[in-house]
């Protein structure tokens, strides 16, 4: 699917919040037309940076985020094709003059019970990989000699806890998961130091994704020392921390309430 552009229709004149941090960054979100994305979308906004809203599929829900947000732009492009992945930051910089932030949120997933391995076939494994681990490699590629030049580039990639213990919406999920967070161990080992490095991880987050997931949100209440379940605000606050922390890379953060623990 090719990238298209639409610009933001907003009129605000400056970040809600009076933060100032991300003063002249540009920020491509992806995945960012709900949940964990337009959460972080719209912080990094009020923190002061240009923000780029992306989604595949979902042009008017991203069309919408990006209109709330002052200089913001929305682009069209699923990651999982390499060609737009390669449109997408062409038309980043030339729209917005560089690329200081890619925060790679946008992710699939199929929901299988682990102990169906018949149902988790190799064209599940396939579809999920393209989109978590191949497209945001590709993206991440094709976004490095900008963030570069930037002179303060970043990367902050959306894995999962999924990734480091025995759970997830399906083995490949956690699989792909577990690959972007070792991804990222190992590109802030080669970018450093022109380019950070780091991950997020969420336990369950209250996302359009997992509204139905009510066993699953009454085993987190009950069980995480947090007593409930992430917001994508909660995620995207990490996300933020992450970009501001000049002199951590190569971490992946745990967001989930302390469920782990359990």
């Known amino acids: 699917m090719p990238a298209t552009y639409t610009p933001s229709m907003?009129?605000?004149?400056?970040?809600?919040?009076?933060?100032?941090?991300?003063d002249g960054h540009v920020v491509l979100v992806t995945?960012?037309?709900?949940g964990?994305?337009?959460?972080?979308?719209?912080q990094f906004a009020a923190a002061g940076a240009t923000v780029v809203v992306n989604s595949a599929t979902s042009v008017e829900a991203g069309?919408?985020?990006?209109?709330?947000?002052p200089g913001a732009t929305y682009v069209q492009a699923d990651i999982a094709d390499g060609a737009a992945c390669s449109?997408?930051?062409?038309?980043?910089?030339?729209?917005?003059?560089?690329?200081?932030?890619?925060?790679?949120?946008?992710?699939?997933?199929?929901?299988?019970?682990h102990g169906d391995l018949e149902a988790a076939s190799?064209?599940?494994?396939?579809?999920i990989f393209d989109v978590n681990v191949i497209g945001t490699w590709q993206l991440t590629v094709a976004a490095v000699p900008h963030l570069r030049a930037s002179g303060r580039g970043q990367v902050v990639n959306v894995s999962s806890l999924a990734g480091t213990r025995p759970v997830g919406s399906s083995i490949p999920y956690a699989c792909s998961k577990a690959a972007l967070s070792h991804m990222t161990h190992l590109?802030?080992?080669?970018?450093?130091?022109?380019?950070?490095?780091?991950?997020?991880?969420?336990?369950?987050?209250?996302?359009?994704?997992?509204?139905d997931w009510t066993a699953v949100r009454e085993?987190?209440?009950?069980?995480?020392?947090?007593?409930r379940v992430a917001t994508p605000e909660d995620v995207a606050e990490m996300i933020l921390a992450l970009a501001r922390s000049t002199f951590v890379t190569g971490e992946v953060v745990l967001v989930d309430g302390g469920i782990n623990l359990r």
């Open 187 to 211: 590109l802030a080992s080669t970018l450093g130091p022109d380019v950070r490095v780091n991950a997020v991880a969420p336990g369950l987050v209250d996302t359009p994704w997992t509204e």
């Open 36 to 42: 964990i994305g337009a959460a972080t979308a719209r």
């Open 87 to 113: 449109r997408m930051i062409d038309e980043v910089v030339a729209v917005h003059g560089r690329l200081d932030a890619l925060i790679n949120n946008a992710g699939t997933t199929a929901v299988i019970p």
């Open 63 to 69: 069309a919408a985020v990006a209109a709330e947000l």
């Open 219 to 227: 085993f987190v209440q009950a069980q995480a020392p947090m007593r």
């Open 10 to 22: 907003s009129t605000a004149a400056g970040p809600a919040s009076g933060d100032s941090r991300f």
């Open 122 to 127: 190799p064209d599940v494994w396939r579809r």
């Open 31 to 34: 995945g960012s037309s709900s």
